[in-house]
């Protein structure tokens, strides 16, 4: 990663947790309540979600522009979901072996070539949840083998047809709209192999 400008210097008095409680706990997550005090010294209650596995997502590139997308129903938000292949790797564990799992159970693809191209916190307001995305390449087919609770879809597509979907809001999850436009700007800052980004630019 590139060092920070020097106006992203911090300011200002740090939040202060003075105790907290656990509310819920099960094998994926946290809740804990927490008495804080605000950087601008007032007393608050806060609430923490906290996740026990970090978040991967890979973005699946092939060598003729396209990229490999899974579709799922969602849980939370009782919708339909197209995603890039995503997953959780336990805190402890390397993020890369975790994403390279996912990337195999989901989708069977193998990748000859990993490069990390994004950390992120992925709703910083009410959880500590942070995610590590990747750009694979250099795939080749395998056997998919989804856990017990996933029905998935696969499509390839178009990379510029992913992304115009995901920017248009048809694919709202925020690691797979993130990780799209990285690649994107990787491909206009001359990051990826000049064939390969005339094919990601469209």
Known sequence: MSQKPSWMRSHGAPWKSTGSRAVYDNPWLTVSEHDAVSPTGRAARYGVVG????????????????????????FAHRDYSWEVPEGGAPKGEDPLKG???????????????????????????????????????????????????????????????????????????MLTLALLLRVHHMAVQGELPHGLARLVLG
């Open 99 to 173: 994403a390279k799992r996912e990337l195999r159970e989901e989708t069977g693809l193998i990748a000859a070539d990993w490069s990390l191209i994004l950390q992120a916190q992925l709703s910083n307001s009410v959880t500590d949840e942070v995610a590590y995305g990747y750009l694979a390449t250099g795939l080749k087919a395998g056997k998919a083998a989804p856990d017990e609770t996933e029905d998935l879809a696969i499509a390839r597509v178009p990379f510029r047809e992913a992304l115009d979907a995901a920017v248009a809001g048809h694919m709202p999850d």
């Open 51 to 74: 996740f026990k596995n970090i978040a991967t997502g890979v973005v699946p590139l092939h060598e003729d522009g396209t990229v490999t997308l899974v579709g799922q129903n969602r």
